[in-house]
């Protein structure tokens, strides 16, 4: 198992602001994900952070919008830049068990960012 | 990655066992079928996983036909608590991508 800490847990922002988002894992781990998790809705994808390389970002988000860092196995971070109040969403990090392309995986998640956009 | 179908919602009372069923008519000959949990202002937690047949752990069952193109999420004898979005996924074990969910309502 894996046990996420993620920071800050909610925020109220200014639009035109940025907001970066940490997420801590108590074990190691190849590949993080941040998710987005708007009101009512269920999650969306939005990059995977790979340590050591550039993060792979899924259609309809974009780097300039969400940077990420992975400066170690255990800790990343997610910018949300400019933000709008459509950028209003829960952003949940999330990492899996095992490694490599095993597809018995489990996903573990932290209790997420409420940001909301003023 | 196989495309997951679900019923937006159920109703249940306390005590009753809740079936939820969720559809993947594409599910690859590898791909694992894993049901998360997800409670207001929590993430998603990790409920069941199985490849076929049966599997049962502490907290549900999962049934799976032997074409693996339907599963059956099985929790027994439900209570308030259980109130929650259920998820079903068929993923590539790369990345979890999420389909919508079945949101169960469980009434005392």
């Known amino acids: 198992s894996a046990v996420i800490s993620q920071k800050p847990s909610r925020d109220i922002c200014q639009r035109g602001t940025s907001l970066t988002i940490q997420c801590q894992v108590d074990?190691?781990?190849?590949?993080m994900f941040w998710y987005r998790q708007q009101p009512g809705q269920s999650l969306t994808l939005i990059a995977t952070a790979n340590q050591g390389s550039e993060a792979t970002y899924e259609s309809g988000f974009v780097i300039d919008k969400f940077p990420i860092s992975r400066p170690n196995l255990t800790f990343s971070t997610l910018t949300v830049s400019n933000m709008s109040p459509e950028d209003s969403s829960i952003y949940l990090c999330?990492?899996?068990?095992?490694?490599?392309?095993?597809?018995?995986?489990?996903?573990?998640f932290g209790q997420g960012t409420r940001l909301t956009v003023v | 990655l196989a495309k997951t179908t679900q019923p937006i919602s159920m109703d249940s009372y306390e005590g009753q066992e809740v079936n939820i069923t969720c559809s993947h008519n594409?599910?690859?000959?590898?791909?694992?079928i894993t049901w998360y949990q997800q409670f207001p202002s929590q993430g998603p937690r990790f409920i069941i996983q199985g490849y076929k047949t049966k599997v049962t752990n502490e907290v549900a069952s999962l049934f799976i036909p032997a074409d693996r193109k339907s599963s059956t999420l099985s929790l027994p004898r439900v209570s308030l608590s259980d109130t929650a979005v259920y998820y079903c996924l068929v993923g590539d074990g790369f990345k979890t991508i999420f389909g919508a969910g079945t949101r169960l309502f469980v009434k005392a």
């Open positions: 594409n599910i690859a000959t590898n791909d694992y």
């Open positions: 074990s190691q781990v190849t590949m």
């Open positions: 999330s990492v899996e068990s095992g490694t490599g392309r095993s597809r018995n995986t489990e996903a573990f």
